[in-house]
């Protein structure tokens, strides 16, 4: 299907909101997700974004449930499910004074944040560095993120050098 996207001055472009067709959807905030996205993050969320440009965005895959952002989300939550049936298989909260004991606690795999993983995949094909820069603080920042990946191809290099974004 055909990717919808429209100028903004900003950013450059950005997709149209709320279109789909047989390999994606695209929500109301533009995002490739599958529902909307509450700009009021719950108490025990943690938000990721990915932005990028067709990398990101899973150019090529047949549905956005395929694409980096749920399977990166998936692996998160069986992680923090895993460190919650095993504990004693990652490192203590507390380590031991003794030396010995301190360096096989560190040996372990390290804990990575409870809470509930969600991934979010805000990345518009062709995007350069310029059009992320401008996502960034101009739509992402509101939705109050823990953690934003940067997932880019060559965007950048195909510019010219008095060119700071894709147009």
Not at 70 to 93: I, T
Not at 118 to 135: E, F
Request: charged fraction near 25%.
């Amino acid at each position: 299907g055909n990717l919808v996207a429209q100028r903004d001055i900003p950013l450059g472009y950005k997709l149209l909101e709320n279109q789909s067709s047989d390999y994606f959807q695209i929500n109301q905030q533009g995002f490739r997700e599958n529902e909307a996205l509450p700009l009021a993050k719950p108490k025990d969320e943690i938000r990721i974004f990915i932005l990028g440009n067709s990398t990101a965005f899973g150019t090529g895959n047949p549905s956005n449930d395929l694409t980096i952002a749920p399977k990166l989300e998936k692996r998160l939550q069986d992680r923090v499910n895993l460190q919650k049936r095993s504990p004693e298989k990652y490192r203590p909260d507390v380590f031991p004074f003794f030396k010995p004991l301190r360096e096989k606690a560190f040996a372990l795999p390290a804990k990575i944040k409870e809470g509930k993983y969600r991934v979010i995949n805000a990345a518009i094909p062709g995007y350069a560095s310029g059009n992320i820069l401008a996502q960034v603080a101009l739509e992402i920042l509101p939705y109050n993120p823990d953690i934003i990946i940067i997932l880019d191809g060559y965007e950048d290099l195909m510019l010219s050098s008095n060119q700071p974004e894709a147009d």
